[in-house]
């Protein structure tokens, strides 16, 4: 599961990075099966769509997708060929898209619509109509739910599984003296809650190793402020997901196996998946900086832009600073007249922020001396109790992507190879799965059949 709305160029980027660095030392004696390519490509959708971020298909072949760049919600046919529009900024349907929204399947074909800036959610049943509307049940985590942190999911019980939002705490951080203000830690990991409904009775499932964001900050001599993250494009994190049986696959990054969470709130582990795993000498992570930096740089003009003016409104074509995982940049600039004022909390002020990406990372040294088997969002779970895990490729393989097909008992049954530049976002029921691809912006959706 990915922050805020993902990046995916960012992923593909950093997959082709991975294939073309220097190849450090195999894994030696691996067995693994052999590679099969995913079933054909059956539908493609015509219609041009921004950064997708939810789909959710229904029993009968059609499916919702969530579109948060294009402000819109649309309802698809079997074939992809006709839609209608759900939701929209405009109000389509008497649906108004906010700023942000997200889509959740829930019992049968009905689905959740979580608007977090109104924090509550609308049932729509499976003609895109509005059966009720509920609130979300925990307004601190109304983004979570909406899919700020990769997507929630409800159970067979009725319950919500979510990532949390970080719990940062900012009780005592300020300015230092006489310089810029200082930004709390990020947390390098977060909790997997799972919510009832109903009663609103919370639990946390388990807690996730998450990528570790670090903000440097500067001050100009005109009271300017510039906040600079800094990445580390290979971490090791967990994913997770949720099966058809009710469980919780927690998907570990350091050792790569994975520790189950029963409905039940029983508890076991399988064992370590194998894999090809491939030592990084320190030439290979000079190497591995040095191209994820030039492909970043290729990405140009596609990257997300946000610019604040005055009184805060704000137009986006990407997620909010730091949502997306990657690194950002946020310059605060004093009014004309360098006062260094900014704009308040209330929107007085002429003051403007802007914030744009900035491509900074950790040293090579602070790589890690494995490359990891996956990054964040790179799991899925099918509708037959199987997780599908993205791998960061190891050695140059051609076609696209691979993924581990790991089952229940923990086994790698099988490695799928889908198109190139696709990326697996959904599956649908008798087999089906849907397909994303990117071009700069504009994303094109599809189905195909997993066989």
Known sequence: MTLGIPVRSLSFALGT???????????????????????AVTATATE??????????????????????GRRVILFDAG???????????????????????????????????DPQSLSMLVLDPAGKVARVMSVPNAQDAMSFAGALGGSVMDSQGRLVYRAAPRVEFRGIGPAAGGPPRIPDMPDSAAIFRIDLAT?????????KTQKIKMNTTQDDHGGVRMVSEINPLPVVDEWALVSDGSVAIVRGRDYHIDWVNADGSRTSTPKIPFEWQRLSDEDKVAFIDSVKAARERMGANAPQIATTGGGNQTRNGPPPGMDGGPQVMIFRGP?????????AGGAGTGTMNVTPQMNF?????????????????VRADLDGNVWIRTIPTKATAGGPVYDVVNRTGQLVERVQVPVNRAITAFG????????????MTTTLEKATIR
């Open 48 to 69: 041009q769509l921004g950064i997708v971020n939810n789909i959710r298909a229904l029993s009968d072949g059609r499916v919702y997708v969530n579109d948060p760049m």
């Open 17 to 39: 990075a991975a294939a073309s660095s220097a190849a450090g030392a195999q894994s030696k004696g691996i067995t693994l099966p052999p590679i099969r390519q995913l079933g």
């Open 336 to 344: 004309p007249g360098g006062d260094g004022a900014r704009p308040n």
């Open 429 to 440: 029921p008798g087999g089906v799965v849907y397909l994303t691809s990117r071009d700069g």
């Open 200 to 208: 609103r009775k919370l639990d946390t499932v388990a807690y996730i």
């Open 80 to 114: 992809l060929q006709t839609f209608t529009i759900v939701a929209d900024s405009l109000g389509a349907n008497g649906n108004t898209y906010g700023r942000f929204a997200g889509l959740i399947p829930s019992r049968a074909d009905s689905t959740l619509l979580v």
């Open 362 to 378: 950790v040293a090579p040294s602070e790589l890690p001396d494995y490359k990891p088997v996956f990054l964040n969002g790179f």
